[in-house]
């Protein structure tokens, strides 16, 4: 029984990585039908946004618990940037185009962004352990949890009732259903379509930097984590 209960938790905890990885991937898929290859960008991104968070909330002897919120403000904020960047300033020019050309493009651009966080954050590697040394484990029997990885399952489970509600018993969530099925006639009926477009790839952009911050405790932050990222993302969706 205590194998089946730590396979059962190790296997939670791994789910809710994924869904917080693919969530945003696979909002931005669904409604403009974009295979965005960047979108590993914005969880690298959310990682060392995390880590620069970390070292400038933590440095400063403030309270444990408000770092965690401080690394995930920064981190979405950092992906509101980038999304409202790369729709507005590449993707908007190839709309209705073949999609290898669209991954083509977003590919072009996370081989830029990669270049970027050299740039930014150098080649080392980071680290922003804070939050989880500070949640602690908690043990059951013989069996010890980490508290942030039940965190990070509770905070997954939120955000999927959360996008439920939001997709199904909201303004936006309708006009957004709208334009998933039928696109021309959303436009048709007066539904500003390029408005639903830029803000669905922000928000997008935002979960996929939260997921990065998400899980910068739990990982070494390195050159390279968005590629992987990038392919778990398409095997969800």
Do not use: C
């Not at 295979?35 to 620069?52: D, E, I, K, T």
């Not at 980038?82 to 991954?103: A, Q, W």
């Not at 408005?195 to 952009?205: D, E």
């Amino acid at each position: 029984m205590l194998t089946a209960f730590a396979i059962l938790t190790d296997g939670l905890a791994y789910a809710a990585y994924l869904f917080m990885v693919a969530v945003g991937f696979t909002l931005i898929f669904g409604v403009m039908k974009i295979l965005n290859v960047a979108h590993g960008s914005f969880y690298a991104f959310g990682a060392y946004g995390a880590a620069m968070a970390a070292g400038i909330y933590y440095d400063r002897g403030l309270p444990q618990a408000g770092g965690f919120l401080f690394m995930i403000l920064l981190a979405m904020a950092i992906g509101l940037v980038l999304g409202l960047i790369l729709e507005r300033g590449i993707l908007r020019f190839v709309y209705g185009k073949d999609e290898v050309i669209i991954v083509l493009v977003t590919y072009a651009v996370f081989l830029i962004l990669e270049d970027v966080i050299v740039f930014i954050w150098g080649p080392q590697s980071y680290a922003a352990y804070q939050p989880m040394v500070w949640a602690g484990n908690v043990e059951i029997g013989d069996l010890i949890l980490s508290n942030y990885d039940i965190l990070l399952v509770a905070i997954s489970a939120g955000l999927a009732l959360f996008a439920y509600w939001a997709l199904k018993f909201t303004r936006y969530g309708k006009l957004l259903t709208v334009v998933i099925f039928d696109r021309e006639t959303a436009a048709a009926f007066g539904i500003n379509v390029t408005v639903v477009y830029t803000v669905t790839f922000i928000i997008g952009a935002m979960l996929g930097a939260l997921g990065g911050a998400m899980m910068a405790p739990k990982i070494s932050i390195t050159l390279g984590i968005g590629a992987e990222v990038i392919v778990l993302a398409f095997a969800v969706v």
